[in-house]
């Protein structure tokens, strides 16, 4: 939970807010509606700075991202094409799209890492 970098978030506020986008990556992939979410949905509070609330937010991005995997591996590559409902974009670039965030915030925790 610690900003060792100012004006940046803290690791759990990155793990909160990259659980959260593969949620709705997870939902749209499984016939949900896509939301392009703002405010808390996108970048979810810190509710508690403890131990316990760590280790909830691993696992909350871990069955997420469990549930994730699974749905891709589900999902009939023929549909990569079709529009997501509701968007301009289809399923092709909203799995590279939630692969490319996840690496991207993979990168601002590895250098908050070095940085504490």
Not at 37 to 52: E, F, K, R, S
Request: glycine share 6%; hydrophobic share 50%; aromatic share 8%.
């Amino acid at each position: 939970a610690a900003h060792p970098i100012p004006n940046a978030h803290s690791i759990l506020e990155l793990v909160k807010h990259v659980t959260a986008w593969q949620r709705m990556a997870l939902l749209t992939l499984t016939g949900g509606e896509y939301v392009s979410m703002t405010g808390d949905a996108d970048w979810p509070p810190v509710q508690a700075l403890t131990a316990d609330a760590w280790r909830a937010g691993l696992a909350a991005m871990t069955e997420v991202n469990a549930q994730l995997i699974a749905a891709v591996r589900a999902f009939p590559p023929e549909r990569l094409d079709e529009l997501v409902p509701g968007t301009e974009f289809n399923f092709y670039f909203l799995l590279h799209g939630i692969a490319q965030h996840n690496v991207y915030h993979a990168g601002q925790i590895a250098l908050l890492k070095q940085a504490r």
